[in-house]
Nanobody, 125 residues
Framework: QVQLVESGGGLVQAGGSLRLSCTAS????????VGWFRQAPGKEREFVSA?????????YYADSVKGRFTISADNAKDTVYLQMNSLKPEDTAVYYC?????????????????WGQGTQVTVSS
């Protein structure tokens, strides 16, 4: 079992930045894909970004965040980060960290077995 805990959400003005953290406990992230998803009110949960925990830490992004968000991993701390810059009001959502075993990166939430509780990000205009 993998337990995931997110932190770092909050309220920020448009154009500002936030860094989200996702820390794992229990079984470590070895040979996992770790992803960030978000869900705005009345909308489906959507893929934001993902990273291979092992190997070269290959990264993947949704087109809507490419160039503004950066995902990274700290193996020593069992933590994945999502640095969010140039935030827009449309980035407002609950952000979830998720993990799945293996090396295939999926963008569908249903492909991820482990989920954190979510952290709220609100961007004011």
């Amino acid at each position: 079992q993998v337990q995931l805990v997110e932190s770092g959400g909050g309220l920020v003005q448009a154009g500002g930045s936030l860094r989200l953290s996702c820390t794992a406990s229990g079984r470590t992230f070895r040979s996992y894909v770790v992803g960030w998803f978000r869900q705005a009110p009345g909308k489906e949960r959507e893929f934001v970004s993902a990273i291979h925990w092992s190997g070269d830490h290959s990264t993947y992004y949704a087109d809507s965040v490419k160039g503004r968000f950066t995902i990274s991993a700290d193996n020593a701390k069992d933590t994945v980060y999502l640095q969010m810059n140039s935030l827009k009001p449309e980035d407002t959502a609950v952000y979830y960290c998720a993990a799945r075993a293996g090396i295939v990166v999926h963008r569908e939430p249903s492909e991820y077995r482990y989920w954190g509780q979510g952290t709220q990000v609100t961007v004011s205009s």
